[in-house]
Nanobody
Framework: QVQLVESGGGLVQAGGSLRLSCAASGRTFSSYAMGWFRQAPGKEREFVAAISWNGSTSYADSVKGRFTISRDNAKNTVYLQMNSLKPEDTAVYYC???????????????????WGQGTQVTVSS
């Protein structure tokens, strides 16, 4: 059973930074793709960023150049560094673990992802 525990959310002013962490357990972390999704009030959950088993990354257009995803396989942890935050980044951020190592599946076949409980990020204007 895969378990994902997010941390690092909070309240920040526009232009500020936050770093989210997601600690994973339950299987061989280094073999699987990891990602971040978010859901704002009244909206559907959307893709933010993902990293494959070998370090390839993918980002939503809305966060390119501002957010960076990374992973530390020794710590079984994936990170999301968020810079230049905007009020429209306000959402609950969910960590996801893919069913395999590929970016394609974790981004496009979300029904087979494992999910964390979410962490709130609020950006004030």
């Amino acid at each position: 059973q895969v378990q994902l525990v997010e941390s690092g959310g909070g309240l920040v002013q526009a232009g500020g930074s936050l770093r989210l962490s997601c600690a994973a357990s339950g299987r061989t972390f280094s073999s699987y793709a990891m990602g971040w999704f978010r859901q704002a009030p009244g909206k559907e959950r959307e893709f933010v960023a993902a990293i494959s088993w070998n370090g390839s990354t993918s980002y939503a257009d809305s966060v390119k150049g501002r957010f960076t995803i990374s992973r530390d396989n020794a710590k079984n942890t994936v990170y999301l560094q968020m810079n230049s935050l905007k009020p429209e980044d306000t959402a609950v951020y969910y960590c996801a673990a893919g069913r395999d190592g590929s970016l394609h599946n974790i981004v496009l076949v979300t029904a087979t992802n494992y999910w964390g409980q979410g962490t709130q990020v609020t950006v004030s204007s």
